[in-house]
């Protein structure tokens, strides 16, 4: 048997061309054979497809169309965020070119772990990194995996600020918060946190300063933009304010919401955000990114020595003394693959005015499925959206009853939507991230929904 071809090296590309028209032709057969956002048949028959068409996982003997037959097969039983009707969660349809740099990426395969493993990559993630910790007057950002990782490395880095004050910083959240901020605390061995009601889907600000007055030691609070039921936007001005006046650190989750600092229209929303200690951002959502692209601004760079750590052969103090990079200290993580990649091709490719106009049109449609609601007497909408979240039900439906049109839409395939509960009511979520979506779209699902709810 000859030895595989490698995806670098001189022949890479040769190697690649081929194997690439057979991906594309599967995905082009897997979608079309799904023919819609998502499989018909609920788990049980996508596992049932999926289970016939991989056979048996490690064959004594290697199969030459293992490729074409195991990737069609993921795209038949995918659901497609690409779909005007895949509109459930904060899961972006990736633009092409930043797909495209992604594989070239995956093709070098650097590893952010040494320079002497990324020489090129390293820079370039330094100077992006850099500019876009600008964009909330930060002196710096950390590639991420997510808004999970961000918010735990922002509690970290909080803590080892007050002098690793491990069972001492407490943490402060509104009740809208992201469920991996309590969920970094507890697994930084922090005090519960101290949960700050939000009654109209946003922090209370009376009550974060009751809750501020009352506490006493180190204090971190966490403020939202962009909540993840319904994008909802915390009042950031009034809460740096408070948090200045008591002393306390602030982070704000800008998981969703941070993607709003590319457009004119609708930037000032995010007014307040610069004067955060941490900011996560996430460009998987509103910066239309392949999974995984988030990032962790930090205002004070020094809260970065939390993260020095030394290991010979990655960051020895002699390679470090005679210039070479340290890369270990920005990451918890060793190996890192190069997002930073399809992140810089993305803003060098758009643009700041190719990304706002992107924004812009998803919130647009929002906007517009809002109004198709409002206008139609068999549905209720929740509030007019803040950023491309907009929640829904039909009239007079049960909590049931909402639950069940959801999953009936999901089992046959016909459409992606979310599930909210706020007021103690159960809604409809439609999250808009795609902007090729249009208005008869947005009609189409609402006459699904219309269609499919018990009576």
């Known amino acids: 048997m000859s030895t595989p071809p490698l995806a670098s090296g001189p022949q890479g590309p040769d190697a690649l ?4 028209d057979t991906v594309l032709d599967a995905l082009r057969e897997g979608t079309e054979a ?127 600020a007050h002098n690793g004050a491990h069972g001492g910083l407490r943490l402060v959240h509104g009740a809208n918060a992201h469920h991996s901020l309590p969920r970094a605390a507890w697994l930084l061995g922090l005090p519960d946190p101290v949960v700050v009601p939000a009654p109209a889907g946003t922090m209370d600000p009376a009550a974060l300063c009751e809750a501020l007055t009352e506490l006493h030691g180190p204090l971190i609070v966490a403020a939202t933009a962009g909540t993840t039921d319904a994008g909802l936007i915390d009042p950031l001005p009034q809460i740096a304010d408070l948090c200045a006046t008591h002393g306390a650190r602030l982070h ?8 709003l600092l590319f457009s004119d229209h609708h930037r000032h929303k995010l007014d307040g955000l610069h004067r955060a200690d941490t900011v996560t951002l996430d460009l998987h959502k509103l910066g239309w990114q392949p999974v995984a692209a988030g990032l962790l601004t930090l205002r004070d760079e020094h809260d970065l020595a939390a993260l020095q750590h030394r290991a010979d052969y990655l960051n020895a103090d002699d390679d470090t003394e005679a210039g070479l990079p340290d890369l270990l200290g920005r990451s918890l993580r060793t190996t890192r693959r190069p997002d930073i990649l399809k992140i810089a091709v993305t803003l060098k490719t758009l643009g700041r005015q190719g990304l706002g106009a992107l924004v812009d049109q998803v919130c647009a449609r929002a906007e517009e499925f809002a109004d198709l609601i409002t206008a139609h007497p068999g549905f209720e909408l929740y509030d007019r959206p803040t950023i491309s979240t907009v929640l829904f039900r039909p009239t007079e439906a049960t909590d049931d009853a909402v639950a069940a049109v959801r999953r009936t839409l999901l089992h046959q395939g016909r459409a992606v939507l979310g599930r909210a509960t706020l007021d103690g009511r159960r809604w409809l979520k439609a999250t808009l991230l795609n902007p090729h979506t249009r208005p008869d779209d947005l009609a189409t699902l609402l006459k699904l929904v219309e269609g499919h709810t018990p009576r």
């Open 34 to 160: 799904r023919g819609g956002p998502l499989p018909a048949g609920g788990p049980e028959a996508v596992a049932r497809r999926l289970r016939e068409a991989v056979g048996d996982v490690l064959p004594e003997q290697g199969t030459q169309n293992a490729l074409h037959t195991l990737v069609r097969a993921l795209a038949e039983g995918s659901a497609d965020p690409a779909h005007p009707l895949c509109a459930a969660h904060l899961h972006c349809p990736p633009l092409a070119v930043a797909t495209a740099a992604d594989l070239a990426a995956s093709a070098l395969n650097p590893s952010l772990d040494s320079w002497d493993q990324a020489p090129a990559a390293s820079e370039l993630e330094a100077l992006v990194t850099r500019a876009l910790a600008s964009e909330v007057d930060a002196a710096d950002a950390l590639v991420t995996t997510g808004g999970t990782e961000s918010n735990q490395l922002a509690l970290l880095l909080a803590r080892e």
């Open 252 to 259: 704000i989750d800008a998981a969703y919401g941070g993607g």
């Open 17 to 20: 061309r081929p194997l690439l």
